[in-house]
């Protein structure tokens, strides 16, 4: 199902306006003393990078400390980056890097959330509007503003309309949408309706995008291939589609349940990076 996500009821543009890479994210670090970061973090060896940034070594501890205890279905822990330096965000940036998944999610206020994951699963980098200090690194299987914005910016209630002409499978895929969606819990499977294999005709996927609507979230996941997951306007349900290397739907699916697996990070990726953050504060700083 193709949709043209936008950011919430009554918002004017399309989430595909904002940017979601890591330039984005370092937009509010790009004056002269961050530009500079770069160029004096190669000439330090690792005593030097240790006395020169102690708030990020101080992080960097206290990240490897929450993601070696981190489970997927836990809690997720926040650390402020507030009180770093421009050399010291520069440290952390180059540290975490960017890994696979990338997107945005629109908030009450009209704020837009750009997250982004580290090259260490489960460590994620969140910025709320263009605002520095309201830069933050998040642990857990997918940043909780995710989750808030599935739940508080969209609707329980699934209004099905009659079908309009030319409709062939539309009306009983909508009415297993909506008893799915309203029936599905925390801890229940995912329910995947597949439109690769299901018949739907254009008629059919026309009007199944007007009543689902468009919801508040949009994530990339860059693995094995692209894989774009939208949140619909309709509460716990949401559009995974796969994609080949030129860009056309190979997969095409929605699912009825909570933020999709392919978005989140499992309890063996938190055990697999907190055993190479350990190796990266090694190489850094001994």
Known sequence: MKAGISLAQGA??????????????????????????????????????ARNCPNAVAL?????????????AAQTQLFKLATLSDLERKLIADILGTGEIAGVAALPDGSVARIEESVLAGIWRVCIGSDPAQEYI???????????????LT?????????????????????????????WRP????????????PMNPVDQAFLQQSVGNGP???????????????????NVWSVQFFNSTDSVILDTLEVGGVPIVALAADEDFEDS?????????????
């Not at 979230?217 to 309709?234: D, E, M």
């Not at 907190?274 to 001994?286: K, S």
């Open 12 to 49: 004017e543009h399309p989430l595909s306006v904002f940017p979601t890479g890591a330039e984005s994210l370092e937009a509010g670090h790009s004056g002269p003393t961050a530009a500079a970061a770069p160029a004096k973090l190669a000439s330090l060896d690792g005593v030097e990078l």
């Open 60 to 72: 960097l501890s206290n990240l490897a400390a929450a993601v070696a205890g981190q489970k997927s």
């Open 138 to 152: 998040e642990v857990g299987a997918v940043p909780q503003i995710v989750r808030r914005a599935a739940s508080d």
């Open 155 to 183: 609707s329980t209630n699934l209004t099905i309309n009659a079908a309009p002409e030319g409709a062939m499978n539309v009306l009983p895929v909508l009415a297993e949408i909506r008893e799915r969606a309203l029936a």
């Open 187 to 198: 801890g229940m499977c995912a329910h995947v309706i597949n439109f690769t294999l299901l």
């Open 217 to 235: 979230i949009l994530l990339t996941s860059r693995g094995y291939g692209t894989c774009r997951v939208h949140a619909t306007g309709i509460r």
């Open 274 to 286: 907190a055993e190479r953050m350990q190796e990266i504060i090694e190489a850094y700083f001994e």
